[in-house]
């Protein structure tokens, strides 16, 4: 079974701290993803990476940077947090995507972030 | 980008009770996922379906690609049918849209 690891599953932070979000996939999947996920606005993509050393904006970078070292471990930062991230952030990976196949995706159990 | 529209947002059964839940994308998608949120909110994926009918026990899920819609059938709902679920699309690329999700409740 595809295990994706989220490190903190509640975390209370103060605005303006810096933050990181870690997450460990243990398939050897190219593809990893970090979403969050608010009440009324469902999940949203924030960055995404095929490779390491490699990402892509989703729908809602501002505010956030990625780190992907090696290929399991994607990490997510808040630069200087603000109330307004408060969210629940899930992390998600999946295999490389090849010839028009995709393949699915596995969700972590997430990290529910307050931010104070 | 793709909208992905899912209806209808609540749904209410009596244990035992079929139902069905329906996802339509603005545009063409070849990703399609169906995915279940339970009540602790951990998302579990439960079928990639671009085009055709899978099935998975009591669920079973048909998307019809060239009408840009996908349909998920629950039979014999159990109270651990409870929950969420969601329809995401995407390109070939693998990041997926989402849909603000149907919540079922089955009340034993």
């Known amino acids: 079974d595809v295990k994706v690891t989220q490190s903190s599953r509640y975390l209370v932070k103060r605005t303006g701290e810096k933050v990181f979000l870690e997450c460990v996939q243990d398939?050897?999947?190219?593809?990893m993803f970090w979403y969050r996920q608010d009440p009324g606005l469902g999940l949203r993509l924030i960055y995404f990476?095929?490779?390491?050393?490699?990402?892509e904006k989703g729908d809602i970078p501002e505010g956030y940077s990625v780190s992907r070292e090696k290929k399991e471990r994607f990490s997510l930062i808040l630069e200087s947090a603000s109330t307004n991230q408060t969210s629940m952030y899930l992390c998600a990976s999946s295999l490389e995507g090849i010839g028009g196949y995709n393949s699915p995706l596995h969700f972590g159990n997430g990290t529910r972030l307050t931010v104070t | 980008g793709i909208q992905v529209e899912q209806s209808p947002p609540d749904l209410i059964l009596q244990e035992g009770a079929n139902s069905t839940l329906r996802c339509n994308f603005s545009?063409?998608?070849?990703?399609l996922q169906w995915f279940h949120q339970n009540p602790w909110g951990q998302l579990i994926n439960l079928f990639y379906?671009?085009?055709g009918t899978k099935q998975n026990g009591r669920l079973s899920a048909t998307t019809v690609a060239t009408e840009r819609y996908s349909l998920l059938y629950i039979s014999s709902s159990q109270t651990t049918d409870s929950g969420v679920y969601f329809c995401a699309g995407g390109g070939s690329q693998g990041n997926l849209i989402f849909g603000k999700g149907t919540k079922l409740s089955v009340k034993p």
């Open positions: 990476s095929y490779d390491v050393k490699m990402k």
């Open positions: 398939m050897d999947h190219e593809n």
């Open positions: 379906i671009p085009s």
């Open positions: 545009d063409s998608v070849n990703n």
